[in-house]
């Protein structure tokens, strides 16, 4: 099976890489959710509600609503503040970049003694390029363009999600958790996981222009579709 892949690239000021990867991770996963089954007995059963909360991002002009899950907030929390720290050591002339990726998967079975398998169904790449701005004004500036481009970007993932080019069928309660992530007590996403890279991001030690990055992503992503 091949995972579909959507690409996203945002630049945003140092101070503003959580939020908003927060921010588009919260908007897929709140498309990849479900609420808690509950059988009665094989092949018949209830699906709980899904609670939401409107979140106002403190540095982005931008409000995202997010799956009403402490526990699944957390997961996320951790990925992307490891994510950001490692971003701002990666930091050359005040500029770095790296990719963060939300992918989401199904398990099949494998006979004894292999683990199971994991296939990915859905990837989502989020490149993310810092800049360290140096004035306050291009600081509001940065503010105020974050959020209107990460709400351009969060249509785009709402129109893509509808798609449901595929999606995988709901199993059956003995094989429930080769699909959905069951050990949350609130919610029941699909199983996913969240990991990032930092490669060859074009610098040559001495240019401090965003735009190299930019094009050197826009090149690597080239096969795939771009949000």
């Known amino acids: 099976m091949n995972a579909h892949s959507y690409n996203i690239e945002i630049v945003v000021e140092c101070g503003q890489v ?11 996963l709140l498309h990849r959710s479900t609420g808690k089954f509950h059988y009665r007995h094989e092949g ?5 509600t899904v609670g939401t909360n409107d979140v106002d991002c403190e540095f982005v002009d931008f409000t995202y609503v997010a799956v009403a899950s402490n526990a699944l907030d957390a997961i996320l929390r951790k990925h992307v503040g ?12 005040g500029v770095a970049a790296g990719t963060i990726s939300l992918e989401f998967f199904q398990k099949r079975r494998n006979r004894w ?16 390029i810092e800049r360290v701005l140096s004035s306050e004004n291009e600081r509001v500036v940065a503010r105020e363009t974050a959020g209107a481009r990460l709400a351009e970007k969060v249509a785009s993932i709402v129109e893509a999600v509808g798609r449901h080019e595929f999606v995988p069928k709901m199993p059956t309660q003995s094989d429930l958790s080769l699909v959905f992530e069951t050990s949350l007590a609130d919610v029941q996403p699909y199983l996913f996981k969240v990991y990032h890279t930092f490669g060859n991001t074009g610098f040559s030690g001495t240019s401090n222009n965003p735009n190299t990055v930019g094009s050197t992503v826009r090149r690597l992503f080239r096969d795939t579709l771009t949000l």
Do not use: M
């Not at 959580?18 to 897929?28: C, D, K, Q, R």
């Not at 018949?44 to 709980?48: E, F, H, L």
């Not at 990915?120 to 790449?125: K, L, M, S, T």
């Open 18 to 28: 959580e939020e908003s990867v927060l921010g588009i991770f919260h908007s897929i």
């Open 44 to 48: 018949t059963y209830s699906v709980g």
């Open 82 to 93: 490891a994510f950001r720290e490692q971003l701002e050591q990666k930091s050359i002339n």
């Open 113 to 128: 003694p292999f683990n199971d398998e994991c296939v990915p169904w859905e990837v989502w790449n989020l490149q993310v």
